[in-house]
């Protein structure tokens, strides 16, 4: 079992993606600025209140771990201006896993950043800019950065999230020709990051998942 920290994990994909890791029987650390506010309390979970903009707490979290899983999300109103905490957010902690030298980097970003944005249909792409273009446009760049380190990383682009449980009956699809937008639950896209957790194929791969 591994010692997973995950990076945004309060409330949606993180969350989700927090149960999944416990109940896969991994040591978890949760950060998040609200960490408290994390309802589950079990001896293989470490709540951690820190930001993930700051270095010292980034680096801190990640005394001991072996893998990362990042889950940063903004809010609806945050969409409508500048952007910048995906870009930024991982510029700290591609650096701070470097100095530690942990090298397994789980990160999820969306349909339609990166090289899946070519893949949008013509009928979404209008609406999907004028609601999603800035935070795209920086998980964009999210994704540049990640790509251009040395990690062993691997980059979970989901459609669009809904709730409920996880059902297992989703599609991980690694081929640009394949790539389409489609739903999925939160506590699918948990469900397949923390598969990837020892998964060496996924290594260097990006995946959109749907339904």
């Avoid at 945004?8 to 991994?26: C, D, P, Q």
């Avoid at 809010?75 to 591609?94: I, K, M, N, W, Y």
């Avoid at 739903?183 to 469900?191: F, L, M, P, S």
């Amino acid at each position: 079992m591994a010692r997973v920290l995950i990076i945004g994990a309060s409330k949606g994909i993180g969350l989700e993606t927090v149960r999944s890791a416990l109940e896969a029987g991994h040591q978890v650390r949760a950060l998040a600025r609200s960490a408290t506010s994390i309802s589950l309390t079990l001896p293989q979970l470490e709540k951690v209140c820190g930001n993930a903009l700051v270095r010292e707490d980034v680096e801190a979290a990640l005394q001991g771990v072996d893998v990362v899983i990042q889950t940063l999300g903004v809010s609806f109103t945050e969409l409508f201006g500048p952007v910048r905490l995906f870009s930024d957010a991982t510029r700290v902690l591609v650096a701070a896993m470097a100095a530690r030298g942990i090298k397994r980097l789980i990160c999820v970003t969306g349909f339609g950043a990166g090289d899946s944005r070519d893949s949008i249909s013509v009928l979404q792409r209008l609406p999907f800019h004028a609601v999603f273009g800035r935070a795209y446009a920086d998980k964009s760049i999210q994704e540049q950065l990640i790509k251009e380190t040395t990690l062993d990383w691997t980059i979970v682009r989901p459609g669009v999230l809904t709730g409920g449980v996880s059902t297992g009956r989703y599609q991980a699809l690694d081929q640009p020709s394949q790539w389409r937008n489609g739903i999925i639950a939160r506590a699918d896209v948990a469900d397949f990051c923390v598969k990837q957790i020892g998964n060496p194929a996924s290594v260097c791969k990006a995946y959109v998942l749907v339904n």
